[in-house]
């Protein structure tokens, strides 16, 4: 994950790197899984993998992503973007869970290993420089207040 620019310090993207990293965990065990034939667990791990990325990419699309939409610089990365999302989804929630095409899911895996790299490399820090404070006003999530 990203650690030279200060991305993170914007806390959407603190999130949505942080969710990021417990993706990568869940996929990592995931293929583990699947290269060690303990199949029973990897279906548990691709149903814990998809419950992960529904919400996050929800949360991508529907705050970052239009915003970066509406800012216009980097429609065509983010329409990519969008794009693997669908196709990772696709791939994991066709899956048959009673047969399962274990490559398929190994090669959407690499795929969703490189689409979180350009997300975090690429995607986020040129963010913070294109999009304007009201943006970031409107998509950062809510702070918890101690005492109040």
Known sequence: ???????REFPLLGRLSEEHWQIEETAGALRRAINESRYGEAVLLLDELLAQLVPHTATEENGLFAELR??????????????EHDEIHGVFG????????????LEAIRKL????????????PASVIMLPIAAWDRITPEQSTVGG
């Open 1 to 7: 994950m990203c650690n030279y620019c200060g991305c």
């Open 70 to 83: 509406a800012e216009g610089s980097l429609t065509e990365a983010v329409d990519r973007l969008c794009a």
């Open 94 to 105: 066709a899956i048959d869970r009673t047969a399962p095409d274990w490559p398929a899911v």
């Open 113 to 124: 290993h490189r689409h979180i790299d350009n997300e975090e490399h690429g995607l986020f």
